[in-house]
């Protein structure tokens, strides 16, 4: 039996059973200690596993953020960065990260790595994100955008100062670890973000 699918429970990292959905559980070094289901990996205050975020500019500098589906069970209809995942059991981050921005924006780029972090939110008392995130940029041509519905509400590409404007005004609901990760791209990774549009 698929234990990772099938059940909740923590698979070995020896065990040769892996659904699609079989998340990569981690220390804080990032090393790997075993797998779990999706659903296993986010329950009460969550277990450790790796994840990515994808932050994409188009030709004006202006950032792409979606809307997060109703249907989602961790903050549904919260805005948030461009794409967020996880690798899957045997995947790599590098296949993970253009799999997933191709599913659900439609989007094919080169993809740089900016920094690495972790952190825990709680949603509510059921359920909670616990990553290890990986936090990517890419340049992409605005009107490429195909989004998937299954898996965003809207999206839309603002300017970073009006990102900051609305952040700071509290009038729209943004994911925790989008304002987490989007401070620390302002402070500390601007030069990185200004020659995506040299490349």
């Known amino acids: 039996m698929d234990h990772c699918d099938a059940s909740n429970e923590v698979l070995p990292r020896g065990d040769s059973h892996a659904g ?3 998340l990569i559980l981690v220390d804080d070094a990032d090393r790997e200690v075993g797998h779990a289901s999706r659903t296993h990996c986010h329950e009460g205050r969550g277990l450790l596993h790796r994840a990515f975020s994808l932050f994409i500019f188009n030709e004006d500098g202006d950032l792409l953020i979606q809307q997060r589906a109703a249907g989602k069970r961790l903050w549904p ?8 995942s996880h690798p899957r059991r045997a995947e790599s981050m590098d296949s993970a990260i253009h799999r ?3 599913e659900e924006l439609g989007l094919k780029c080169p993809l740089h790595f900016l920094f690495k972090f972790k952190y825990q939110a709680q949603f509510d008392g059921a359920g909670a994100e616990h990553e290890l995130c990986s936090v990517f940029i890419g340049r992409c041509s605005a009107p490429a955008v195909r989004a998937n519905r299954s898996e965003l509400a809207d999206w839309r590409w603002m300017a970073p100062e009006a990102l900051d404007a609305e952040m700071r005004a509290g009038a729209l609901r943004f994911t ?5 990760e989007w401070e620390r791209i302002r402070r500390d990774h601007q030069p990185a973000v200004r020659a995506l549009g040299r490349g």
């Open 20 to 22: 699609s959905e079989c």
């Open 77 to 84: 209809l919260y805005w948030s960065n461009s794409c967020c």
């Open 100 to 102: 997933r921005l191709q």
């Open 176 to 180: 925790p670890w989008f304002v987490q």
